[in-house]
Protein backbone atom coordinates (compact mmCIF):
# COMPACT_ATOMS: atom_id res chain seq x y z
CA UNK A 1 0.00 0.00 0.00
CA UNK A 2 1.03 3.28 -0.57
CA UNK A 3 2.63 5.43 2.63
CA UNK A 4 0.92 8.46 1.16
CA UNK A 5 -2.49 10.30 1.30
CA UNK A 6 -2.87 12.94 -1.30
CA UNK A 7 -6.66 14.99 -2.00
CA UNK A 8 -8.43 12.65 -5.24
CA UNK A 9 -8.65 16.07 -7.37
CA UNK A 10 -8.05 20.19 -7.20
CA UNK A 11 -8.10 22.91 -9.29
CA UNK A 12 -6.21 25.73 -10.28
CA UNK A 13 -6.93 28.97 -12.65
CA UNK A 14 -4.07 29.04 -15.00
CA UNK A 15 -1.40 31.64 -14.31
CA UNK A 16 -1.83 31.12 -10.45
CA UNK A 17 0.48 28.84 -7.85
CA UNK A 18 -0.91 25.62 -7.53
CA UNK A 19 0.00 23.79 -3.89
CA UNK A 20 -0.49 20.07 -3.60
CA UNK A 21 -0.58 18.62 -0.51
CA UNK A 22 0.48 15.27 0.54
CA UNK A 23 0.53 13.39 4.35
CA UNK A 24 3.41 11.11 4.80
CA UNK A 25 2.17 10.50 8.16
CA UNK A 26 4.68 7.30 8.99
CA UNK A 27 7.80 8.23 7.02
CA UNK A 28 11.18 6.63 8.35
CA UNK A 29 13.95 8.87 8.45
CA UNK A 30 15.93 7.57 5.53
CA UNK A 31 12.93 7.88 3.28
CA UNK A 32 12.94 10.53 0.33
CA UNK A 33 9.41 12.15 -0.63
CA UNK A 34 9.70 11.74 -4.69
CA UNK A 35 6.58 13.49 -6.82
CA UNK A 36 5.81 12.98 -10.40
CA UNK A 37 3.05 13.85 -12.92
CA UNK A 38 1.26 11.86 -15.22
CA UNK A 39 -0.23 13.39 -18.41
CA UNK A 40 -2.78 11.34 -19.93
CA UNK A 41 -1.33 8.27 -21.54
CA UNK A 42 2.30 8.87 -20.76
CA UNK A 43 4.55 7.78 -18.79
CA UNK A 44 5.16 9.43 -15.09
CA UNK A 45 7.53 12.37 -15.47
CA UNK A 46 9.88 13.07 -12.48
CA UNK A 47 9.44 16.50 -11.14
CA UNK A 48 11.57 17.06 -7.56
CA UNK A 49 12.67 14.99 -4.27
CA UNK A 50 13.83 16.09 -0.65
CA UNK A 51 14.40 14.47 2.14
CA UNK A 52 14.68 16.73 4.92
CA UNK A 53 15.09 20.70 3.11
CA UNK A 54 12.59 22.40 0.92
CA UNK A 55 13.95 21.91 -2.83
CA UNK A 56 13.27 24.20 -5.78
CA UNK A 57 13.93 23.09 -9.62
CA UNK A 58 12.82 24.37 -12.83
CA UNK A 59 9.74 23.17 -12.39
CA UNK A 60 8.55 23.15 -9.00
CA UNK A 61 9.35 23.67 -5.27
CA UNK A 62 8.80 21.07 -2.32
CA UNK A 63 8.19 22.64 0.52
CA UNK A 64 8.74 19.50 3.70
CA UNK A 65 7.63 20.25 7.40
CA UNK A 66 10.25 20.03 10.36
CA UNK A 67 8.59 16.95 11.35
CA UNK A 68 8.65 15.30 8.16
CA UNK A 69 5.10 14.09 7.93
CA UNK A 70 3.98 16.24 5.21
CA UNK A 71 4.83 18.34 2.00
CA UNK A 72 3.74 20.33 -0.24
CA UNK A 73 4.27 20.86 -3.82
CA UNK A 74 4.14 24.29 -5.74
CA UNK A 75 3.63 24.67 -8.91
CA UNK A 76 4.39 28.44 -8.84
CA UNK A 77 2.61 29.81 -12.33
CA UNK A 78 0.29 27.09 -13.35
CA UNK A 79 -0.31 26.57 -16.99
CA UNK A 80 -3.20 24.37 -18.89
CA UNK A 81 -0.16 21.74 -19.73
CA UNK A 82 0.11 21.20 -16.17
CA UNK A 83 -3.11 19.23 -15.79
CA UNK A 84 -2.15 15.87 -14.95
CA UNK A 85 -2.33 13.66 -12.09
CA UNK A 86 0.20 14.21 -9.59
CA UNK A 87 1.80 11.30 -7.27
CA UNK A 88 3.55 11.95 -4.42
CA UNK A 89 5.80 8.71 -3.39
CA UNK A 90 8.03 8.08 -0.38
CA UNK A 91 10.90 5.58 -0.67
CA UNK A 92 13.95 4.87 1.13
CA UNK A 93 17.27 6.03 -0.99
CA UNK A 94 18.10 3.84 -3.89
CA UNK A 95 18.35 0.45 -2.49
CA UNK A 96 17.01 -0.76 -5.92
CA UNK A 97 13.07 -0.67 -4.76
CA UNK A 98 10.36 0.28 -5.81
CA UNK A 99 7.59 2.95 -6.09
CA UNK A 100 4.66 2.09 -4.87
CA UNK A 101 2.13 4.78 -6.21
CA UNK A 102 -1.35 5.92 -4.88
CA UNK A 103 -4.02 7.20 -6.86
CA UNK A 104 -2.40 10.74 -6.82
CA UNK A 105 -4.33 14.01 -7.22
CA UNK A 106 -5.64 15.02 -10.61
CA UNK A 107 -5.38 18.53 -10.85
CA UNK A 108 -6.83 20.50 -12.71
CA UNK A 109 -5.78 24.22 -14.19
CA UNK A 110 -8.67 26.08 -15.58
CA UNK A 111 -8.49 28.76 -18.27
CA UNK B 1 17.72 14.83 -17.92
CA UNK B 2 17.58 10.70 -18.37
CA UNK B 3 15.55 9.15 -21.14
CA UNK B 4 13.74 6.23 -21.26
CA UNK B 5 12.63 4.83 -24.49
CA UNK B 6 10.28 2.48 -24.44
CA UNK B 7 8.95 0.48 -27.65
CA UNK B 8 6.61 0.08 -29.19
CA UNK B 9 3.81 2.81 -27.88
CA UNK B 10 0.89 1.16 -29.13
CA UNK B 11 0.07 -2.51 -30.60
CA UNK B 12 -3.10 -4.58 -31.65
CA UNK B 13 -2.68 -7.78 -31.88
CA UNK B 14 -4.99 -11.24 -32.47
CA UNK B 15 -5.59 -12.95 -29.18
CA UNK B 16 -2.81 -16.02 -28.79
CA UNK B 17 -0.48 -13.82 -30.12
CA UNK B 18 3.27 -13.44 -28.33
CA UNK B 19 3.82 -9.15 -27.68
CA UNK B 20 7.29 -8.07 -26.95
CA UNK B 21 7.89 -4.55 -25.10
CA UNK B 22 11.15 -3.07 -24.83
CA UNK B 23 12.42 -0.44 -22.17
CA UNK B 24 15.98 1.16 -22.86
CA UNK B 25 17.80 3.88 -20.42
CA UNK B 26 19.36 6.06 -23.11
CA UNK B 27 22.00 8.01 -21.31
CA UNK B 28 22.49 5.95 -18.07
CA UNK B 29 23.23 2.70 -16.80
CA UNK B 30 19.62 1.04 -15.21
CA UNK B 31 20.52 -1.48 -12.31
CA UNK B 32 17.40 -2.37 -11.86
CA UNK B 33 14.71 -2.00 -14.11
CA UNK B 34 10.63 -2.30 -13.26
CA UNK B 35 7.45 -2.79 -15.25
CA UNK B 36 4.06 -1.34 -13.96
CA UNK B 37 1.07 -2.18 -15.62
CA UNK B 38 -2.16 0.19 -15.26
CA UNK B 39 -5.37 0.32 -16.35
CA UNK B 40 -8.07 2.84 -17.03
CA UNK B 41 -8.98 5.28 -14.32
CA UNK B 42 -6.26 3.28 -12.35
CA UNK B 43 -2.85 4.09 -10.93
CA UNK B 44 0.14 2.29 -12.09
CA UNK B 45 0.74 -1.48 -10.08
CA UNK B 46 4.14 -3.11 -10.10
CA UNK B 47 4.17 -6.57 -12.21
CA UNK B 48 8.18 -6.93 -11.37
CA UNK B 49 11.27 -5.93 -10.60
CA UNK B 50 14.79 -6.74 -12.77
CA UNK B 51 18.45 -6.50 -12.05
CA UNK B 52 20.37 -6.94 -14.63
CA UNK B 53 22.43 -10.69 -15.19
CA UNK B 54 19.41 -12.29 -12.25
CA UNK B 55 15.82 -13.24 -13.15
CA UNK B 56 12.53 -11.60 -12.23
CA UNK B 57 11.22 -10.73 -9.31
CA UNK B 58 7.54 -10.61 -9.69
CA UNK B 59 4.54 -9.32 -7.45
CA UNK B 60 2.36 -11.15 -5.87
CA UNK B 61 -0.69 -12.72 -8.93
CA UNK B 62 1.56 -12.42 -11.59
CA UNK B 63 2.47 -14.58 -13.64
CA UNK B 64 5.65 -15.36 -14.65
CA UNK B 65 5.54 -17.80 -17.16
CA UNK B 66 2.65 -15.28 -18.49
CA UNK B 67 4.60 -11.91 -18.41
CA UNK B 68 8.49 -13.22 -19.28
CA UNK B 69 10.74 -10.32 -18.71
CA UNK B 70 14.53 -10.35 -19.41
CA UNK B 71 17.29 -7.91 -18.23
CA UNK B 72 20.33 -9.07 -20.48
CA UNK B 73 22.01 -5.32 -20.14
CA UNK B 74 22.37 -2.64 -18.15
CA UNK B 75 20.23 -0.33 -20.44
CA UNK B 76 17.58 -2.82 -21.82
CA UNK B 77 14.94 -4.47 -20.69
CA UNK B 78 12.56 -6.71 -22.29
CA UNK B 79 8.84 -7.64 -21.57
CA UNK B 80 7.31 -10.53 -23.47
CA UNK B 81 3.47 -10.88 -22.69
CA UNK B 82 3.18 -14.63 -23.79
CA UNK B 83 -0.44 -16.11 -25.72
CA UNK B 84 -2.14 -12.70 -25.21
CA UNK B 85 -5.61 -12.39 -24.42
CA UNK B 86 -8.06 -9.62 -24.44
CA UNK B 87 -8.03 -8.97 -20.48
CA UNK B 88 -4.30 -8.34 -21.03
CA UNK B 89 -5.01 -5.33 -22.57
CA UNK B 90 -3.69 -2.76 -20.91
CA UNK B 91 -1.19 0.05 -20.87
CA UNK B 92 2.33 -1.52 -20.07
CA UNK B 93 5.20 0.84 -18.45
CA UNK B 94 8.75 0.51 -17.40
CA UNK B 95 11.40 2.32 -15.59
CA UNK B 96 14.52 2.67 -14.84
CA UNK B 97 16.76 2.96 -11.89
CA UNK B 98 20.65 3.90 -11.76
CA UNK B 99 22.60 2.48 -8.84
CA UNK B 100 23.17 6.20 -7.72
CA UNK B 101 22.06 7.05 -4.29
CA UNK B 102 18.38 9.09 -4.20
CA UNK B 103 17.96 9.23 -7.63
CA UNK B 104 14.78 8.93 -9.16
CA UNK B 105 13.46 6.39 -11.18
CA UNK B 106 13.14 7.49 -14.64
CA UNK B 107 9.75 5.85 -16.82
CA UNK B 108 9.09 5.27 -20.21
CA UNK B 109 6.24 6.81 -21.71
CA UNK B 110 4.48 3.47 -21.96
CA UNK B 111 3.07 0.48 -24.28
CA UNK B 112 -0.89 0.39 -25.14
CA UNK B 113 -1.49 -3.48 -25.84
CA UNK B 114 -4.93 -4.58 -27.30
CA UNK B 115 -5.83 -7.85 -27.60
CA UNK B 116 -8.64 -8.54 -30.15
Known amino acids: DAKTTQPTSMDCAEGRAANLPCNHSTISGNEYVYWYRQIHSQGPQYIIH???NNETNEMASLIITEDRKSSTLILPHATLRDTAVYYCIVRVGNYGQNFVFGPGTRLSVLP | GAVVSQHPSWVICKSGTSVKIECRSLDFQATTMFWYRQFPKQSLMLMAT?????????EQGVEKDKFLINHASLTLSTLTVTSAHPEDSSFYICSALSDRGSQPQHFGDGTRLSIL
Open chain 2, 50 to 58: SNEGSKATY
Open chain 1, 50 to 52: GLK
